[in-house]
């Protein structure tokens, strides 16, 4: 599903983010990034995501090498994900129901069912009673739980989560895990970049381990 | 069906911003209008004079003057060759006693003329061309000038061709100063856009990241500069047709000195379409430009 092959990233040419990074992620999977905080989890999610491209090496999604992705395919491979951002990136002048159906128009879903597709999102986080709600109004659960709600409408093949549970507390965090576990449940792969080691230990899921850029496991 | 539904979400969207921010929107919107109205005042100003020239009764009139000694046969050629010529509405011929005659009916000159031995003046023609049209009258001037037995040729209306050659000009100026506007209409779309994308920055990025075409990111901005455009057309058309009413009422001032008319036309139909759809496209390049320069900072690297 996923193949990373010696891939490098460095913004600046000297201090290199990530070196020499290979690993396989098999479809269905449930991964945790670990590392600790500037280990080069976020940079990793990017370039897994195609939100970067890396300096050097090869990643392969589905069999496809995207570093060479021409720029007309590049939004529709960019579908196959749903991102769920550290910093959340919600869109703060529209409402809980316009954030969550934005990806849906930007992939030319039918008008007609986006409403009932939204809902369904919404009802699965817990947020359907507040789909009017502006994003500012939530606490910090639910923010998180409404972007996971848009990372997930469109139905990704792959699920990125850069640390979903950071800043919350023990109880926000099982809940959220449980939300991404369930996705895992009905096939869809999700990995999780995080530095909370307790989470991963109880979770006992596959852990890509990063130190200074590179792969420690 | 989702791509008609994409391009009303960006026209309404556009349209919503628009309204949002009404008191930025009304003075780009007066900036386009006022940016339109000034050529187009001066064009229809001076295609009226234009026209008006064109139409002046005072028609210019060429003197061929003929040699002191020429022969009554060829003064009869050359009256022939002007007969034919399909240039030449009318013409006439003056001889030297009759222009003389003339003269000594002037009392200011009579006495002078009286003290002359024989008489200066030569036989001459003097001709109408069938049109003001500087090139025709250059052409007759030509033509006759080197004619057997004709010694000059005065041209009696060069204002005429001195009026066309302004009129000219003032086209020239027209076309320039229409240049320069559009492309200032294109630099406040540019501007406006620009401004526009850094509020909406976050947007734009994430949803480039989740997977938004540039189409349907540049949609929206391409409405905005576009509906501008057109609000701008409709304030520039209101303002000329304004402005001519006024210089109207000058002009009917002036006019009635020279007990004629002279009034300037409102905007025909192809005049019209061309103001509204003239600054809906430079809108629409304006908004293109400065969404395409913005998401090229955002592209895969």
């Known amino acids: 599903m996923i193949k990373l092959d010696q891939v490098s990233k460095s913004y600046n040419q000297d201090i290199p983010i990530l070196k020499n990074i290979s690993f396989s992620i098999q479809e269905g999977e449930m991964v945790f990034v670990t590392g600790h905080s500037g280990a080069g989890k976020t940079s990793l999610l990017k370039l897994i995501g195609v939100v970067e491209k890396p300096t050097s090496g090869a990643i392969f999604i589905k069999g496809q090498n995207i570093t060479n992705i021409n720029s007309d395919a590049l939004p529709f491979l960019r579908r196959n994900f749903g991102l769920i951002f550290q910093d959340l990136k919600l869109l703060m002048d529209r409402d809980v129901f316009d954030n969550v159906a934005l990806p849906l128009f930007i992939s030319g879903f039918p008008r007609a069912q986006i409403p009932r597709r939204v809902r369904a999102a919404l009802d699965k986080v817990g947020l359907l009673r507040k789909e009017r709600s502006l994003p500012i109004t939530l606490s910090g659960g639910e923010q998180q739980r409404l972007s996971i709600a848009r990372a997930i409408i469109n139905r990704p093949a792959i699920l990125l989560a850069d640390e979903p549970t950071a800043n919350l507390d023990d109880a926000y965090e099982a809940d959220i895990l449980e939300i991404l576990k369930d996705f895992n449940r009905v096939g869809v792969t999700v990995i999780i970049a995080t530095h909370n080691i307790k989470m991963v230990k109880n979770m006992q899921l596959q852990n890509i381990s990063l130190k200074n850029g590179e792969l420690l496991k | ?301």
């Open chain 2, 1 to 301: 069906m989702n791509l008609i539904f994409g391009h009303l979400d960006a026209a309404t969207f556009a349209i919503r911003r628009i309204f949002k921010q009404p008191v930025h929107g009304v003075f780009n919107i007066a900036v386009f209008s006022l940016a339109i109205t000034l050529p187009l005042t001066f064009y229809v100003f001076i295609e009226h004079i234009s026209k008006y020239s064109g139409s002046l009764t005072a028609s210019p009139q060429i003197s061929i003057f003929l040699e002191k000694n020429i022969q009554q046969k060829r003064i009869a050629q050359i009256a022939k060759l002007l007969e034919k010529s399909p240039q030449i509405s009318k013409y006439s011929f003056i001889s030297k006693t009759e222009a003389l005659a003339e003269l000594e009916a002037q009392d200011d000159i009579s006495e002078l003329l009286s003290e002359m031995e024989s008489n200066p003046l030569p036989d001459a023609f003097v001709v109408t061309p069938s049109s003001t049209d500087p090139q025709i009258i250059s052409h007759i001037y030509e033509e006759t000038k080197n004619l057997p037995g004709v010694e000059s040729v005065r041209i009696d209306s060069e204002w005429i061709s001195k009026l066309n050659i302004i009129l000219k000009l003032s086209g020239i100026i027209v076309s320039i100063i229409s240049i320069l506007l559009a492309a200032s209409v294109v630099t406040i779309t540019f501007n406006t856009i620009r401004l526009q994308i850094l509020t909406q920055q976050e947007e734009i990025e994430f949803s480039k990241l989740i997977g938004a075409t540039n189409s349907f990111i540049r949609r929206p901005f391409l409405y905005f500069g576009a509906i501008q455009g057109f609000l701008g057309s409709q304030g520039a058309i209101l303002l000329t047709t304004i402005f001519i009413l006024l210089l109207n009422k000058g002009f009917q001032k002036l006019a009635n000195f020279y007990d004629s008319e002279l009034s300037l036309n409102t905007l025909d139909a192809d005049q019209l379409i061309l103001v509204v759809l003239l600054p809906v496209v430079l809108g629409w390049i304006g908004a293109w430009l400065s969404t395409t320069r913005h998401l090229k900072k955002l592209e895969y690297q």
